[in-house]
């Protein structure tokens, strides 16, 4: 686990809420959680692009962290339908998502492209949130590992250890995700983790690689939640429609947040 003793907690809205949906959202629960102290915890939501303007305006950044679902590995040019990193930066945004698997399958994005907007996003001072995991038929396989390590090695080719710094993983096996999702056993969960956590030591060495976080994403709700955090690798979680409700959300995190420190104590 990350040696920083914060969770790591947000979600990603997907294509499902409007600008007054995103913003009453974020608004509650900044209000919600205002007494949990940011030193323990880095709270996130990444919303549809044209939220992002009113999403930023609607809550201070110290308390919950703004993303991107998506950016273009060039800062302009003529990519119709692409959002600039500057554009981005205007608003005042402080993570890229990159890479999520629907990015991946329903548009045929590969590892070379990830790598590119990782690249981008770093050197625009973006915190990238890299996306990986495997499919329901490369885990029958008994490659789950292989594909994993493929993706870090190739999303992160060129990335220096100081840059690595600033990186953030989201180990979402595909099966997992979405209405139909499955979700992954802690156990699994946990060992898929400390292969994540292996190669990024293998990447840019034991301190740097084991303080890089990484966070499980797939199908996480008020039931398994508290059992996922325990686990020693996973550093935090990247929720879906679970975290869609402030309420709802506001809840998992307090179950959540008191099995981290924990376990921090415990390490």
Same mark, same amino acid.
């Given at each position: 686990?990350?040696?920083? %003793? ?5 979600t ?14 974020l608004?509650?629960?900044h ?32 308390? =919950? ?25 205007? =608003? ?6 990159? %890479? ?13 492209e ?11 001072n ?6 990986i995991?495997?499919?329901?038929e490369?885990?029958?396989? %008994?490659?789950?590992?292989? =594909? ?10 060129k ?13 979402e ?43 499980y ?15 020693p690798?996973i550093?935090?979680l990247?929720? %879906? ?10 809840i ?16």
């Amino acid at each position: 686990m990350n040696k920083m %003793g914060k969770l790591y907690i947000g979600t990603n809205t997907k294509m499902y809420m409007n600008i007054s949906q995103t913003t009453d959202f974020l608004t509650k629960l900044h209000g919600l959680t205002l007494d949990i102290s940011r030193k323990n915890m880095e709270l996130f939501v990444i919303p549809s692009y044209t939220a992002l303007n009113s999403a930023r305006k609607s809550v201070p950044k110290e308390s =919950i962290s703004l993303g991107a679902q998506n950016m273009c590995w060039e800062d302009r040019g003529q990519f119709t339908g692409e959002i600039s990193p500057l554009m981005l930066k205007e =608003i005042g945004v402080q993570i890229v998502q990159i %890479g999520h698997s629907e990015r991946r399958l329903i548009f045929k994005e590969t590892d070379v492209e990830e790598n590119k907007k990782v690249l981008c996003a770093l050197r625009h001072n973006f915190t990238p949130l890299l996306c990986i995991g495997e499919t329901i038929e490369q885990k029958e396989k %008994g490659i789950s590992d292989e =594909i994993l390590k493929i993706q870090i090695k190739m999303g992160l080719d060129k990335v220096t250890p100081e840059q690595a710094k600033n990186i953030w993983i989201a180990y979402e096996p595909v099966w997992a995700i979405g209405v139909d999702g499955i979700p992954a056993s802690k156990e699994y969960a946990n060992e898929k983790h400390k292969v994540i956590k292996d190669t990024l030591i293998e990447l840019f060495g034991e301190t740097l690689g084991r303080n890089i976080p990484v966070l499980y994403g797939g199908s996480v709700n008020n039931q398994n939640a508290a059992d996922l955090i325990q686990m020693p690798y996973i550093d935090g979680l990247f929720i %879906g429609r679970s975290a869609w409700d402030a309420d709802n959300f506001n809840i998992i995190i307090r179950n959540v947040l008191p099995t981290f420190l924990k376990k921090l104590k415990l390490n």
